[in-house]
């Protein structure tokens, strides 16, 4: 809870004073672990109404950071998968249409952050190996595509679900 509130503070920035010189350092601190990444993802994803995260591309101070940390931390780019695998798995298992537009706006703006990465890092091959899961291709050799499998069996992930992720990663992927 305690780095979803920095992040509010830090997306805020984002949203209204996307100049200030302290942003680049505030994103690079929350950015450093897994549970900074986490809270601002959440934040970043999720947040209501008008939100720099709808503009057609990632704030330079945010994208720079993105670039900056893909290389020395692991945790950005299976965090990064999961926040377009998750959303976009519950557009269609939420009933109602409020959820199921709140979902997909969080896919949406996750699928920004995974394409940003999609060179750097392990960011390819993790996309490669949720494709392959999704498609039900997995292979038992693939330590990556045996991670995702059992993700997707934990949240109970069924055809309709492997479906739309499917196509999100298709669509990363071209």
């Known amino acids: 809870m305690k780095q979803v509130m920095h992040a ?3 997306v805020s920035l984002l ?6 010189v302290e942003l680049p350092q ?5 950015l450093s672990h897994a549970d900074g990444i986490r809270g601002f993802m959440v934040t970043y994803l999720t947040i209501a109404g008008e939100s720099v995260a709808d503009n057609g591309e990632i704030p330079p101070p945010l994208s720079d ?8 931390n692991p945790d950005l ?3 990064a998968c999961m926040n377009v695998i998750m959303p976009t798995a519950m557009m269609t298992m939420h009933s109602e249409k409020e959820l199921q537009e709140q979902s997909k706006l969080t896919a949406e703006r996750g699928a920004k952050i995974l394409k940003l990465l999609l060179e ?5 091959a993790q996309c490669e190996a949720i494709l392959s899961v999704a498609k039900g291709d997995a292979r038992d050799t693939n330590i990556r595509e045996i991670y ?9 992930y069924g055809d309709e679900q492997r479906s739309d992720i499917c196509n999100a990663m298709e669509s990363l992927l071209k």
């Open 65 to 72: 950071i993105l670039l900056e940390t893909v290389e020395r």
């Open 77 to 79: 780019v299976s965090l």
């Open 8 to 10: 509010e503070a830090i």
């Open 148 to 156: 995702w499998k059992d993700f997707f069996e934990k949240w109970n």
């Open 26 to 30: 505030l994103l690079d601190a929350q």
């Open 120 to 124: 750097f890092g392990d960011t390819q």
């Open 15 to 20: 949203n209204n004073d996307i100049h200030n």
